[in-house]
């Protein structure tokens, strides 16, 4: 029998087989592609210096200063998944319900991490920084594609990365925002990026 994950990750396979996208465009399922790697969204707000190009079929950020892609909606109850690859170096994450589209940052916003190298690894890769430290052993994810699955409803969210739960926060402080993709060191590569309402 196949399980509901199976089947919803084989329809998502399926689906970018049949379909090509650009950003914005809906998915079967009600997944809605953010990020296809054909273009930099046009329509979303670039914040700093992340040098965000399209290389070889990825939304590349690649520069050792903070900059940030974010979406022009708001987003409450959610599912994202999200294909990436990062270098040893990336400094990376994906923000979500960031309170403040014109500054971007983890004192007002959920940062689901991509950092192998944080000094402080309970708050890397896997984690929600400063809020939902990453289940051990820590996760490394460089010079590999990777996959994140970020759960947002209510109050709680759950963070899954290559099929293996991470962190789990219950915190009520921030309900709905946009999403925002984060460059801030190394090379970060986004191939794909969907989200559903739930």
């Keep these: 029998m196949v399980n509901r994950r199976s089947f919803l990750m084989a329809s998502t396979a399926m689906a970018g087989l049949s379909l090509t996208g650009c950003a ?3 998915r ?3 997944w809605i592609t953010l990020v296809d790697g054909t273009q ?3 329509n979303w707000r670039a914040l700093g210096d992340g040098q965000w190009s399209v290389v070889d079929g990825t939304l590349q950020g690649k520069n050792g200063k903070a900059g940030y892609l974010v979406t022009p909606d708001a987003y409450s109850d959610f599912e994202i998944r999200a294909e990436f690859w990062a270098d040893e170096q990336a400094n990376s994450g994906i ?3 960031c309170q403040d589209p014109q500054k971007v940052g983890a004192n007002n916003s959920y940062e689901v991490n991509i950092w192998d190298q944080r000094p402080d690894l309970t708050y890397g890769t896997g984690a929600i920084v400063d809020f939902a430290a990453v289940n051990t052993p820590y996760p490394k994810v460089a010079n590999r594609w990777n996959v994140y699955e970020i759960m947002a409803r209510g109050d709680r969210i759950v963070v899954t990365l290559n099929g293996r739960q991470t962190a789990d926060l219950v915190r009520a402080q921030w309900r709905s925002g946009p999403i925002a993709l984060q460059s ?3 090379t970060i590569r986004f191939r794909s990026v969907l989200i559903r309402h739930m």
Excluded: K, L
């Design 24 to 26: 914005g465009s809906a």
């Design 28 to 30: 079967p399922s009600g």
């Design 40 to 42: 930099v969204p046009s």
């Design 95 to 97: 923000f979500i319900r």
């Design 184 to 186: 801030a060191g190394g």
